[in-house]
């Protein structure tokens, strides 16, 4: 049981301690722990950021604490946009972290969450314009490990979630070819299935393009807020790893992948 994609207090959208989370881990038996606060730079005019040096000595503190009973991990959530590269490569360079996720949360420079990006825009364009930054970002940006929810712009809007994401193939291809090539990788992001989209992201057939490419660094993450949510989800989506022609999953340490047997 790995769970990278893991939010605590640091996060602006999570009340929830550290301890509690690492407790809840070793109850589940989880081998890995890799906590990825988020750090969204320039959002609506603000930084979304925490205290790093906090950060890390908190979960230093519990790596030593819980030693024998799990492994703790650095990670981080970078939101990403085409014009803060430098800013996000300075930052990622500049810290000592284990993994880093790389996200699209804002598109146009609007928040995908809170702001009027689907407003005046049909869905087919939302999500085009969405493929296009994001490929933007993988041929500029390469201080980092895996793209977050490679199609989250679907767990925003209703009308793009019903889109097949294979409409967007050519777009979906060419990212996953410069992520293949840069010796990136994606998540298997399970935090669909606890909201109204009722899916992993992405999808399987999304996954099963990256295979098909030759993608083999992927990792498992509940994007939980909240210690009741690790692993949520796992059963399902390891199914479909398999169905999608993969065997391993992937784990890092000091931005180094380790290969684990499914």
């Known amino acids: 049981m790995y769970d990278y994609h893991v939010h605590s207090l640091y996060s ?14 070793i109850s589940l038996g989880m081998k890995e722990l890799c906590f990825t606060d988020h750090t969204d730079f320039n959002v609506s005019g603000k930084d979304f950021a925490f205290d790093t040096d906090k950060y890390f000595e908190e979960i230093n503190n519990y790596k030593q604490v819980y030693s024998k009973q799990i492994e703790i991990l650095k990670g981080i959530e970078l939101g990403i946009q085409p014009h803060i590269l430098k800013r996000c490569e300075d930052f990622i360079n500049s810290k000592p972290f284990d993994f880093v996720i790389l996200s699209l949360h804002v598109c ?35 201080a980092y490990n895996v793209l977050g929810h490679v ?10 979630a019903k889109i097949d994401p294979m409409l967007f193939y050519d777009h979906l291809k060419e990212i996953f070819k410069i992520v293949i090539e840069n010796n990136k990788g994606i998540e298997i992001n399970t935090g669909g299935l606890r909201y109204w989209l009722k899916d992993i992201n992405p999808t ?12 083999e660094i992927i990792t498992f993450g509940s994007d939980s807020h909240n210690p009741e949510d690790l692993c ?25 992948p380790k290969f684990v047997r499914i």
Not at 12 to 25: F, G, L
Not at 121 to 137: G, V
Not at 237 to 250: E, M, R, S
Request: aromatic share 16%.
């Open 108 to 142: 146009n420079k609007k928040d995908l969450y809170s702001d009027n990006f689907f407003n005046d825009i049909t869905p087919e364009e939302a999500y085009t314009k969405y493929l296009e930054e994001l490929t933007y970002c993988v041929k500029n940006y390469k």
């Open 12 to 25: 602006v959208d999570s009340k929830a301690p550290m301890k509690d989370v690492v407790q809840k881990s």
């Open 232 to 256: 949520a989800g796992y059963d399902y989506a390891i199914d479909v790893l398999k169905l999608a022609g993969f065997n391993y999953i992937t784990t890092f340490k000091n931005m180094k």
């Open 204 to 215: 399987y057939n999304v996954l099963k393009l990256y295979r098909d490419l030759g993608g």
């Open 151 to 160: 199609d989250l712009i679907r767990r925003y809007n209703e009308e793009v």
